[in-house]
């Protein structure tokens, strides 16, 4: 179960904006589908511990990882979320074997070129990585780039899966395919997983619910064919013109 009602004020210069989150789900699969700007990543920065609210609470499967009025608030480390990122965050500098590794490092010192963890050494096979080990990130495809940061993630025996906007670099036939890949990888770990999006595709394939927020605020809910059901009925529909009850 997923519980959150957060808020945090935030300024830059004379502008201001408010994220003012309540939500609560036994999903499995939870979207959060809005537009850019719209506090989805702030969100999912406050479940990772990037980022603390000025108040409330978070709760995965009744597990308090901040709490407020009990002063508690757990580092990303001891929050064992796994989490992949718009740009997948690999390291230039590092290979791929020591970017995957990295999770799973203890102390201040890089992951070492050759040796990988045994925890990591099972995703690399999963996701077909071992002919890409050593090589850089700007050595590497789109695709590759994704599969090395989602086995990075998943090295870490993570509660929960944080996937920000997961597809959004990638080409519209790269994007489909790794669309399917997500979909049978969260079918096969039954992972809770929280995903950003404000692509409709990606909503309907990779979430059983979805929240739809705007203006730092979570202002309705729906099953994901809704949303497709409001697409074909309003060809050039807007977050604007979406009823959700």
Request: hydrophobic fraction near 40%; include cysteine.
């Amino acid at each position: 179960m997923i519980d959150i009602n957060i808020t945090r004020r935030i300024r830059a210069g004379k502008q201001a904006f408010g994220l003012n989150v309540q939500l609560k789900s036994k999903a499995g699969r939870i979207a959060l589908f809005g537009p850019s700007g719209s506090g989805k990543t702030l969100t999912v920065h406050a479940i990772a511990g990037l980022m603390h609210p000025d108040s409330g609470y978070i709760r995965v499967n009744e597990r308090t990882l901040f709490d407020t009025s009990k002063a508690i608030c757990l580092t990303p480390q001891e929050r064992k979320l796994g989490y992949l990122q718009q740009d997948y965050g690999l390291f230039p500098h590092l290979t791929v074997a020591q970017n995957i590794g990295f999770g799973l490092k203890k102390g201040m010192f890089n992951p070492g070129r050759h040796a990988l963890p045994e925890a990591a050494a099972r995703w690399v096979e999963v996701f077909g990585l071992q002919n890409v080990l050593h090589s850089y990130p700007r050595e590497i495809s789109g695709g590759q780039k994704q599969r090395a940061a989602l086995a990075r993630a998943l090295s870490v025996q993570p509660n929960l899966m944080l996937l920000d906007e997961p597809l959004s670099a990638l080409d519209a036939s790269l994007r489909r395919k790794m669309r399917e890949e997500l979909a049978a990888l969260q079918a096969r770990l039954q992972m809770p997983t929280i995903l950003i999006t404000h692509d409709i595709d990606d909503a309907v394939m990779l979430a059983d619910e979805v929240h739809l927020i705007r203006d730092g605020s979570i202002v309705g809910s729906c099953h994901p064919s809704s949303l497709r059901e409001l697409q074909s009925s309003t060809p050039s529909m807007t977050l604007d013109a979406l009823k959700i009850a």
